[in-house]
């Protein structure tokens, strides 16, 4: 075990405990008194990992393995959980606060994330039945699993696809600000959820080039976001489209990004989702835009996914999901900050990621996973400088890291 290991298992006991064994239950308080209108909500993922992805050559680990943090010969330190207070103020007004915490075994996310962390906290106004601000620390409205992407006892796998939803680096659950929600024509068939979000949040950026990895926090600045979701006359079929855009700063300072510059990031994405009782189908695009400073982050990147499930029966369940990121580079991309452009556009497949996940449901609230990720596979680029007849350029080198898999055997509980 390492060093955090041993504290954050005992931090994690003691909350469930004082909660599960010390909580006095409502009916015991007061039925008009203050209690009655608190309620506590909770959730622990154990899971253990185990890798068998590339440790050798000059490109790896890639980035995507430095933040997963799974070692070759396994880890038991591989968890989340989260407790959620929520206080009823009026039927119109609540207040929720979220503690969380999280290891990904070796990842190098652990050492710059507190043992306990403050994973949302905000009020929430309703006005009327149809419209709701929050404000603080609130959930960004993001694709399908956002703002579940902890839970295991809901998630087909232990964590949302990857390469659509990170693990803190180039994205982030929460935004410190504020978001209005306002649903069109809830009566009909074709009722639209909407959402607009403004505010700031922090995440991190990781060196591949340092034995380890190191994260390094940054910050998006003047982020703003929408998304809207398009319910149909087929109850269990949505679609949903959405984007944000952001300033950021701080991160690899003097590796990727200059002192005191900013890059701003554009994204938008596309969802399905359709949830019938026996089958699943969903599936979610994301395009990023980065008009950047630094040397390798310019250009487009695109990140996919595809997830099927099948429910044989009430308790055991299975899925198959496929992940894609691809990243498309100009020239021009790379001028920046040297001054020296690339000799040619760039196209690169930089994961490639296919899994299955057998569930099976003690209950609603214990459940039990084993997922396999197979033939994970990335195509990294990196640069030397030549001298053409048009001066010095960058000219791209590309390597594909060894395929490999890994394995996450978890268990979750919720209440």
Same mark, same amino acid.
């Given at each position: ?246 300033? +950021?700063?701080?991160?690899? +300072? ?48 695109? +990140? ?108 979750? +509980?919720?209440?």
């Amino acid at each position: 075990m390492g060093p955090k290991t041993m504290p954050l298992i005992l931090k994690s006991l003691i909350i469930f405990s004082l909660v599960m064994a010390g909580w006095t239950p409502s009916h015991a308080q007061d039925p008009k008194g203050p209690l009655s209108k608190l309620s506590i909500h909770g959730f622990l993922t154990q899971a253990y990992a185990t890798s068998s992805l590339s440790k050798g050559g000059l490109f790896s680990p890639t980035t995507d393995e430095l933040i997963l943090g799974i070692p070759e010969d396994g880890t038991f330190d591989y968890r989340a959980m989260a407790l959620q207070f929520r206080y009823q103020i009026t039927d119109k007004d609540v207040m929720i606060v979220q503690l969380s915490s999280r290891s990904l075994g070796n990842s190098p996310i652990n050492d710059v994330e507190d043992d306990i962390e403050l994973d949302w906290a905000f009020y929430e106004r309703r006005i009327g039945d149809n419209t709701s601000v929050k404000i603080g620390r609130v959930q960004i409205p993001f694709g399908i699993f956002n703002e579940l992407r902890d839970v295991g006892t809901v998630l087909p796998f232990y964590r949302p696809a990857y390469v659509m939803y990170q693990e803190g680096s180039f994205t982030s659950e929460t935004v410190d600000g504020v978001v209005f929600s306002h649903t069109f024509a809830p009566a009909s068939n074709w009722a639209l959820e909407a959402d607009i979000w403004f505010g700031e949040y922090d995440f991190f950026e990781v060196n591949p080039f340092l034995e380890g990895g190191q994260a390094s926090p940054a910050k998006a600045e003047d982020a703003i976001g929408f998304q809207l979701w398009l319910n149909t006359p087929l109850p269990a079929l949505r679609f949903g489209l959405g984007g944000q855009r952001r300033d +950021v700063t701080g991160g690899l +300072v003097g590796i990727f990004r200059l002192a005191d510059e900013s890059d701003q990031f554009e994204d938008w994405y596309f969802s399905f989702d359709l949830d019938l009782e026996k089958y699943v189908f969903r599936g979610e695009y994301r395009e990023f835009t980065a008009d950047s400073g630094q040397i390798f982050f310019g250009g487009d990147f695109t +990140v996919s996914y595809l997830q099927a499930g099948f429910h044989p029966t009430e308790k055991f369940r299975i899925y198959a999901q496929a992940e894609f990121s691809q990243a498309d580079h100009d020239p021009e991309d790379f001028i920046r900050p040297f001054g020296i452009p690339a000799s040619q556009a760039i196209s690169a497949d930089l994961r490639e990621d296919f899994a299955i996940s057998l569930n099976y449901l003690f209950a609603p609230h214990l459940v039990l996973k084993v997922e396999h990720h197979f033939n994970v596979e990335s195509e990294l680029f990196n640069f030397v400088p030549i001298l053409t007849p048009q001066g010095p350029q960058l000219q791209p080198i590309f390597a594909t890291a060894e395929d490999g898999d890994y394995s996450i055997a978890s268990f979750s +509980v919720s209440f």
